[in-house]
Protein backbone atom coordinates (compact mmCIF):
# COMPACT_ATOMS: atom_id res chain seq x y z
CA UNK A 1 0.00 0.00 0.00
CA UNK A 2 1.23 3.71 -1.14
CA UNK A 3 2.39 5.35 1.66
CA UNK A 4 -0.29 8.79 2.37
CA UNK A 5 -0.26 11.96 3.68
CA UNK A 6 -3.04 13.35 5.69
CA UNK A 7 -4.20 16.80 5.05
CA UNK A 8 -6.70 18.37 7.24
CA UNK A 9 -7.80 22.13 7.75
CA UNK A 10 -5.46 23.32 5.11
CA UNK A 11 -2.18 21.60 7.16
CA UNK A 12 -0.07 18.50 5.64
CA UNK A 13 0.40 15.82 9.06
CA UNK A 14 3.01 13.57 8.07
CA UNK A 15 3.05 9.80 9.61
CA UNK A 16 6.40 9.80 10.96
CA UNK A 17 6.80 9.91 14.75
CA UNK A 18 6.31 13.11 16.37
CA UNK A 19 3.93 14.54 13.60
CA UNK A 20 4.79 17.74 11.97
CA UNK A 21 2.72 19.80 10.52
CA UNK A 22 3.10 22.28 7.22
CA UNK A 23 1.46 25.09 5.78
CA UNK A 24 -0.79 24.28 2.56
CA UNK A 25 -3.30 26.36 0.45
CA UNK A 26 -6.32 26.62 2.50
CA UNK A 27 -9.16 24.35 1.57
CA UNK A 28 -7.46 23.09 -1.45
CA UNK A 29 -5.08 20.29 -2.54
CA UNK A 30 -3.04 21.60 -5.23
CA UNK A 31 0.01 19.16 -6.76
CA UNK A 32 3.71 21.09 -6.54
CA UNK A 33 1.52 24.68 -6.79
CA UNK A 34 -0.41 23.62 -9.69
CA UNK A 35 -4.51 23.45 -9.19
CA UNK A 36 -5.62 21.30 -12.40
CA UNK A 37 -3.58 18.17 -12.98
CA UNK A 38 -3.77 14.81 -14.13
CA UNK A 39 -3.19 11.29 -11.98
CA UNK A 40 -3.93 7.50 -12.66
CA UNK A 41 -6.94 6.52 -11.09
CA UNK A 42 -6.87 2.64 -11.49
CA UNK A 43 -6.39 2.44 -15.31
CA UNK A 44 -8.24 5.62 -15.96
CA UNK A 45 -6.15 8.57 -16.61
CA UNK A 46 -8.18 11.51 -14.68
CA UNK A 47 -7.76 14.88 -14.13
CA UNK A 48 -8.03 16.82 -10.77
CA UNK A 49 -9.11 20.43 -9.91
CA UNK A 50 -8.01 21.87 -6.80
CA UNK A 51 -10.32 24.37 -5.39
CA UNK A 52 -13.00 25.22 -2.58
CA UNK A 53 -15.02 23.18 -1.13
CA UNK A 54 -18.38 22.36 -2.39
CA UNK A 55 -17.69 24.49 -5.49
CA UNK A 56 -19.04 23.52 -8.91
CA UNK A 57 -16.41 23.71 -12.09
CA UNK A 58 -18.17 23.92 -15.27
CA UNK A 59 -15.85 21.37 -17.57
CA UNK A 60 -16.02 21.88 -21.86
CA UNK A 61 -15.03 19.08 -23.47
CA UNK A 62 -15.54 19.65 -26.66
CA UNK A 63 -18.40 18.61 -29.53
CA UNK A 64 -18.65 14.46 -29.60
CA UNK A 65 -21.50 12.52 -31.85
CA UNK A 66 -25.12 12.41 -30.17
CA UNK A 67 -26.66 9.50 -32.67
CA UNK A 68 -30.60 9.15 -32.01
CA UNK A 69 -32.52 6.80 -33.63
CA UNK A 70 -35.49 8.81 -36.07
CA UNK A 71 -37.76 6.24 -37.62
CA UNK A 72 -38.42 7.15 -41.39
CA UNK A 73 -41.75 8.20 -43.14
CA UNK A 74 -43.98 6.27 -45.53
CA UNK A 75 -41.87 7.44 -48.21
CA UNK A 76 -39.01 6.44 -46.80
CA UNK A 77 -38.04 10.14 -45.76
CA UNK A 78 -36.62 11.24 -42.72
CA UNK A 79 -36.48 14.80 -41.40
CA UNK A 80 -33.72 16.31 -39.88
CA UNK A 81 -34.62 19.95 -38.13
CA UNK A 82 -31.79 22.12 -37.72
CA UNK A 83 -29.67 21.72 -34.50
CA UNK A 84 -30.01 24.63 -32.10
CA UNK A 85 -26.41 25.56 -32.91
CA UNK A 86 -28.21 26.25 -36.92
CA UNK A 87 -25.71 24.70 -38.36
CA UNK A 88 -25.66 20.70 -40.36
CA UNK A 89 -22.09 20.16 -39.84
CA UNK A 90 -20.46 16.59 -38.55
CA UNK A 91 -23.99 15.43 -39.57
CA UNK A 92 -24.13 11.43 -40.45
CA UNK A 93 -26.98 9.36 -41.62
CA UNK A 94 -26.67 5.33 -40.99
CA UNK A 95 -22.55 6.59 -40.29
CA UNK A 96 -22.33 8.23 -44.14
CA UNK A 97 -21.85 12.01 -44.08
CA UNK A 98 -23.83 14.57 -45.20
CA UNK A 99 -23.21 17.72 -46.19
CA UNK A 100 -26.23 19.94 -46.01
CA UNK A 101 -24.24 22.65 -47.69
CA UNK A 102 -24.31 20.91 -50.86
CA UNK A 103 -28.27 19.78 -50.82
CA UNK A 104 -30.68 21.47 -53.23
CA UNK A 105 -33.27 23.50 -51.88
CA UNK A 106 -36.71 21.81 -52.83
CA UNK A 107 -40.32 22.30 -51.27
CA UNK A 108 -40.95 18.29 -49.45
CA UNK A 109 -44.15 16.95 -51.20
CA UNK A 110 -47.08 14.97 -49.52
CA UNK A 111 -46.85 11.33 -49.62
CA UNK A 112 -49.66 9.63 -51.29
CA UNK A 113 -49.91 5.52 -50.87
CA UNK A 114 -46.03 5.56 -50.35
CA UNK A 115 -44.64 7.55 -53.37
CA UNK A 116 -43.77 11.43 -53.00
CA UNK A 117 -46.53 13.73 -55.63
CA UNK A 118 -43.49 14.61 -56.93
CA UNK A 119 -39.96 12.48 -57.12
CA UNK A 120 -37.44 13.25 -54.63
CA UNK A 121 -34.67 11.42 -55.77
CA UNK A 122 -31.44 12.64 -53.45
CA UNK A 123 -31.43 14.63 -50.10
CA UNK A 124 -32.55 17.84 -50.10
CA UNK A 125 -33.04 20.71 -47.86
CA UNK A 126 -36.80 22.85 -47.52
CA UNK A 127 -37.18 26.63 -47.67
CA UNK A 128 -37.35 26.62 -43.52
CA UNK A 129 -33.44 24.75 -43.55
CA UNK A 130 -34.98 21.26 -42.97
CA UNK A 131 -32.58 18.43 -44.00
CA UNK A 132 -34.48 15.37 -46.03
CA UNK A 133 -32.98 12.04 -46.48
CA UNK A 134 -34.63 10.03 -48.94
CA UNK A 135 -34.61 6.66 -49.72
CA UNK A 136 -35.01 4.59 -46.68
CA UNK A 137 -36.76 1.68 -45.81
CA UNK A 138 -40.21 3.26 -44.66
CA UNK A 139 -41.00 2.49 -40.85
CA UNK A 140 -36.89 1.48 -40.54
CA UNK A 141 -34.70 2.88 -37.36
CA UNK A 142 -32.59 5.41 -39.01
CA UNK A 143 -29.54 6.67 -37.13
CA UNK A 144 -28.43 10.27 -37.02
CA UNK A 145 -25.73 12.28 -34.99
CA UNK A 146 -24.44 15.66 -35.05
CA UNK A 147 -21.71 16.82 -32.59
CA UNK A 148 -23.29 18.46 -29.98
CA UNK A 149 -21.03 20.64 -27.28
CA UNK A 150 -20.30 17.98 -24.17
CA UNK A 151 -20.14 19.61 -20.76
CA UNK A 152 -19.54 18.11 -17.55
CA UNK A 153 -19.77 19.45 -13.59
CA UNK A 154 -17.05 18.70 -11.32
CA UNK A 155 -18.34 18.50 -7.41
CA UNK A 156 -15.81 19.81 -5.28
CA UNK A 157 -15.32 17.87 -2.36
CA UNK A 158 -14.72 18.55 1.20
CA UNK A 159 -10.83 18.38 1.02
CA UNK A 160 -10.70 20.66 -1.76
CA UNK A 161 -10.58 19.00 -4.69
CA UNK A 162 -12.53 17.53 -7.55
CA UNK A 163 -12.53 14.76 -9.98
CA UNK A 164 -12.96 14.74 -13.84
CA UNK A 165 -13.27 10.75 -14.57
CA UNK A 166 -13.70 9.42 -18.22
CA UNK A 167 -16.96 7.80 -18.88
CA UNK A 168 -17.84 4.17 -18.75
CA UNK A 169 -15.57 2.86 -21.56
CA UNK A 170 -13.85 6.15 -23.08
CA UNK A 171 -11.27 8.00 -21.84
CA UNK A 172 -10.87 11.86 -21.31
CA UNK A 173 -10.31 13.87 -24.91
CA UNK A 174 -7.16 15.16 -25.71
CA UNK A 175 -7.81 19.07 -24.45
CA UNK A 176 -10.48 20.74 -22.74
CA UNK A 177 -11.32 24.40 -21.48
CA UNK A 178 -13.10 25.77 -18.09
CA UNK A 179 -14.33 29.28 -18.56
CA UNK A 180 -11.49 31.05 -20.95
CA UNK A 181 -8.69 28.97 -20.11
CA UNK A 182 -7.85 26.28 -22.17
CA UNK A 183 -5.83 22.92 -20.88
CA UNK A 184 -4.33 19.89 -23.16
CA UNK A 185 -4.00 16.72 -21.05
CA UNK A 186 -0.62 15.59 -22.47
CA UNK A 187 0.63 19.26 -20.85
CA UNK A 188 -0.98 18.58 -17.67
CA UNK A 189 1.59 18.22 -14.05
CA UNK A 190 1.11 14.33 -13.42
CA UNK A 191 0.81 13.68 -10.18
CA UNK A 192 1.04 10.05 -10.70
CA UNK A 193 -1.58 9.05 -8.18
CA UNK A 194 -4.48 11.28 -6.98
CA UNK A 195 -5.55 12.69 -3.69
CA UNK A 196 -8.07 10.70 -1.21
CA UNK A 197 -10.54 12.21 0.92
CA UNK A 198 -12.24 10.84 3.71
CA UNK A 199 -15.10 11.95 6.17
CA UNK A 200 -14.70 11.06 9.74
CA UNK A 201 -16.94 12.16 12.08
CA UNK A 202 -17.84 14.89 9.75
CA UNK A 203 -14.70 16.27 8.96
CA UNK A 204 -12.74 15.76 6.24
CA UNK A 205 -9.33 14.56 5.48
CA UNK A 206 -6.92 14.64 2.42
CA UNK A 207 -4.56 12.18 1.93
CA UNK A 208 -1.79 12.77 -0.78
CA UNK A 209 0.69 9.81 -2.24
CA UNK A 210 4.18 10.35 0.00
CA UNK A 211 5.82 10.59 -3.10
CA UNK A 212 4.12 14.04 -3.54
CA UNK A 213 6.86 15.52 -0.60
CA UNK A 214 9.64 16.40 -0.97
Known sequence: MKKLQLIKSGLIATTAIGV?????????????????YKAMDGSNQVVVFSATPGSK????????????????????????????????????????????????TQTLPSCVNGSFSEPRTTNFKTPN???????????????????????RSVTVNGCGFGVLKPSTGQTLPGSFSVDSTSYTLSSLPNAGSPPYCRTISGTPYGYVPAAWMP
Open 20 to 36: SFAPLSAFAIPYNGQTV
Open 57 to 104: ISVNLGSSDKPTARLAGSCGEVRISPPSSGSFTGLKVDGTAVDASTLP
Open 129 to 151: NQVVIVGKTPGAAVSVSLPAPTT
